[in-house]
């Protein structure tokens, strides 16, 4: 899994200004809104970074109440929620990881996968409106398969296997579709002045 690539599918998402405003104002429903829509990819983004689902289920629980209690940094004219609250988690992650209690097996693994990509603070910008809205447009260029593939899995949080079985397909198709997609919009990611072609 490529963490920026899930960052912008969430960013790709509709628009939720109501959710900021009600997030802002601090509506328990909110937050409940959030972790239903966020929880699982939260999760998956967790779960990549410090490879223990024990230790991934904390740290969603503190993601979600890290975003709790830092919701007057949402500005008023924010329009998606998803980026930042990923963006929160991913920095509880690290700090996990880097920890002196984490064990040296899952240092090891952050290691492996760890990219280039760094941030001051969870509150820092994450992605540019620009970034968003080319990934939106790469994700309209992908054929329907393919784009029901990467939102079964990156959104619903289901495995390949789950995801053959869900579109009827064999695995190996499924696979292909997914691998393909992923190269296409990474391709968007390292060429971000590259036109946008079809998948």
Known sequence: MDWMILVLLAAALPEEPDLARRLRQKDPAALSTLYDRYGRLVYRLVLHI????????????????????????????????????????????????????????????????EDHFTYDTAEGSLITQENARLVAKALATLNPNQRQAIELAYYRGLSQTQIAEEMKQPLGTVKSWIRTALLHLRSVLQSPRRDVKHA
Do not use: M, Y
């Open 50 to 113: 410090v490879r223990d689902p024990a230790a991934s289920e904390d740290i969603v629980q503190d993601t979600f109440a890290r975003v709790w209690s830092s919701t007057h940094l949402i500005a008023a004219e924010t329009a998606q929620v998803g980026p930042w609250v990923l963006t929160i988690a991913r920095n509880r992650a690290l700090d996990f990881v880097r920890s002196a209690h984490s064990r040296s097996s899952v240092q090891e693994a952050f290691a492996r996968h």
